[in-house]
């Protein structure tokens, strides 16, 4: 995680709480990032900047507080830096020497989630736990789900959908004690 994650998320929160000032200090500091991040990477920079910081504003509701904030806007910057490659039609390609760097990037993202996850469920008692990971995290069935547990399709999808919500609301909670 870069050590900006807390500040950013701080002003994404604030941001969505309808604080101006802080969302103009998040986006000022991500274009140095994102700008960064596309030069390595294309001429277009400023134009996939631009397009990037648009993409943020039009989707900012759907960040989730429970999830890192730098991996979300990774993900967006990853998608328009594709788009732009398809437009011009060019293959992706990432040389050796930077394919540690590259999957370092992606892996670190992906244990922080898992870890964040991981906390979340925790809170959960064992038999909802088990549920919530079997329908929500492993894709399985509610079907097979509720047979492998003894339980009625119904009552799995209401105390999967009920764990969830409780999760959410937790970190709601969490987040606005700071």
Same mark, same amino acid.
């Given at each position: 995680?870069?050590?900006?994650?807390?500040?950013?998320?701080?002003?994404?929160?604030?941001?969505?709480?309808?604080?101006?000032?802080?969302?103009?200090?998040?986006?000022?500091?991500?274009?140095?990032?994102?700008?960064?991040?596309?030069?390595?990477?294309?001429?277009?920079?400023?134009?996939?900047?631009?397009?990037?910081?648009?993409?943020?504003?039009?989707?900012?509701?759907?960040?989730?507080?429970?999830?890192?904030?730098?991996?979300?806007?990774?993900?967006?910057?990853?998608?328009?830096?594709?788009?732009?490659?398809?437009?011009?039609?060019?293959?992706?390609?990432?040389?050796?020497?930077?394919?540690?760097?590259?999957?370092?990037?992606?892996?670190?993202?992906?244990?922080?989630?898992?870890?964040?996850?991981?906390?979340?469920?925790?809170?959960?008692? #064992?038999?909802?736990?088990?549920?919530? *990971? +079997? /329908?929500?995290?492993? $894709?399985?069935? %509610?079907? =097979?789900?509720? &047979?492998?547990?003894?339980?009625?399709?119904? #009552?799995?999808?209401?105390?999967?959908? *009920? +764990? /969830?919500?409780?999760? $959410?609301?937790? %970190?709601? =909670?969490?987040? &606005?004690?700071?």
């Amino acid at each position: 995680m870069i050590a900006e994650e807390a500040q950013y998320r701080a002003w994404m929160l604030a941001a969505l709480a309808g604080d101006a000032a802080a969302y103009r200090r998040l986006l000022a500091a991500l274009s140095g990032h994102l700008r960064a991040y596309f030069a390595r990477r294309t001429n277009d920079a400023e134009d996939l900047v631009q397009e990037t910081l648009v993409a943020i504003h039009a989707k900012r509701e759907t960040y989730d507080p429970a999830l890192p904030f730098t991996a979300w806007v990774y993900g967006i910057a990853r998608y328009k830096l594709v788009d732009e490659y398809r437009r011009r039609k060019r293959r992706a390609t990432v040389p050796l020497d930077e394919a540690p760097e590259l999957f370092a990037a992606d892996e670190n993202a992906a244990q922080t989630a898992r870890r964040d996850v991981e906390k979340l469920l925790a809170r959960l008692p #064992a038999a909802r736990r088990a549920l919530v *990971r +079997a /329908v929500k995290l492993e $894709g399985r069935s %509610v079907a =097979d789900t509720a &047979a492998a547990a003894g339980l009625s399709e119904s #009552a799995v999808k209401v105390t999967v959908h *009920r +764990a /969830v919500r409780a999760l $959410g609301e937790d %970190v709601k =909670d969490k987040n &606005a004690d700071r």
